[in-house]
């Protein structure tokens, strides 16, 4: 049930792309981040027990950062952690549990980072479950919804706080990143099922994927919004990492991808986890992005979502909904 949002399906076209750096397709996310020295910063990042989230913690701690790394499984976690101090032992980098599809365990988690004392400047919400059957969180939500975009929202909403004053006392940027898909484009109709979310008669697992994927970015959208208009120096983004079937997706799922998502996505392009990490990287650290929010990237460029994910209304109603169910 554990991390990355890879299993998503790359636009063969890419003529939307805005070509904003030099970067592309076949990045690394140590080439995207060559030369950049961290020091001093610190970030949250969701999900680090395989695939991407693994190479975005390992790379982020390669360039300095302090990496706190939120996973389900604390063996699991202590082993990547110590897996990176081998790779790069002068890193620095924690373990905290958290449960994404557990409004609980995000309170406990955020509570617990709150009361550190620690800085927070990047926070990147990688965590994800990918076409799982029919199931209700400990929250009563559906399982996708809660784990993809639900726990990362309230998580969000609880650590704020914590990255307007360390944005306030250190004069860096804040930035907040939220790993989505070109998935979204396949989700429901309506785009978000407000009123049956939690409805099994309604649900389609590939579909319930595409809606939590849309969710991010939605989330990522009105983010930016509130922080401007807050006057805070914290950027939201979203970003489409690149096809890499790593164990977010059992093999019979994979296998059972429907044809019309992918004539709705394109012809399927892997990745490897270096390239699929490198616009979380990119997104997180490079300085081109310094300024850029409210956006949604693939292959280290901004490009443009459907027209879902860039309408402001249901942004706004996606919002005000989720603000209710963390309550």
Not at 157 to 176: A, F, H, V, W
Request: net charge negative.
């Amino acid at each position: 049930m554990e991390t990355q949002h890879n299993t998503n399906v790359n636009i063969k076209n890419q003529s939307s792309i805005m070509c904003s750096s030099e970067f592309s397709f076949s990045s690394t996310a140590e080439e995207v981040t060559h030369g950049i020295d961290a020091t001093g910063l610190t970030a949250i990042v969701t999900g680090t027990t395989n695939g991407i989230g693994i190479e975005t913690a390992r790379v982020l701690a390669l360039r300095g950062v302090h990496v706190i790394m939120g996973v389900r499984n604390l063996v699991a976690g202590q082993n990547v952690r110590e897996a990176i101090l081998k790779d790069i032992p002068i890193a620095k980098v924690d373990v905290m549990e958290l449960d994404l599809s557990s409004m609980a365990s995000v309170r406990k988690f955020a509570s617990n980072f709150n009361s550190s004392n620690l800085p927070l400047n990047i926070l990147i919400n990688n965590a994800g479950i990918c076409a799982t059957p029919f199931t209700l969180s400990k929250d009563n939500i559906e399982l996708q919804f809660a784990t993809n975009y639900l726990g990362h929202f309230l998580l969000t909403n609880l650590l704020l706080d914590t990255m307007k004053k360390t944005t306030s006392e250190s004069k860096k940027e804040g930035r907040i990143i939220n790993v989505s898909s070109d998935g979204h484009q396949y989700t429901y109709p309506e785009g978000i099922l407000f009123g049956k979310i939690n409805d099994e008669s309604s649900y389609h697992r590939w579909k319930a994927y595409g809606q939590s994927k849309l969710a991010n970015i939605l989330h990522s959208n009105e983010l930016a919004r509130y922080l401007k208009e807050d006057g805070v120096d914290i950027t939201a983004n979203s970003l489409h990492p690149g096809a890499i079937f790593t164990n977010i997706v059992s093999p019979e799922v994979g296998q059972t991808i429907p044809k019309d998502l992918l004539n709705v996505l394109g012809e399927i392009v892997i990745k490897s986890v270096q390239q699929g990490a490198a616009t979380t990287c990119y997104v997180a650290l490079n300085s081109q992005v310094k300024g850029i929010s409210g956006k949604y990237f693939c292959d280290s460029n901004v490009a443009e979502p459907n027209s879902q994910g860039t309408n402001t209304d249901l942004a706004k109603k996606l919002w005000d909904f989720s603000i209710k169910l963390i309550e």
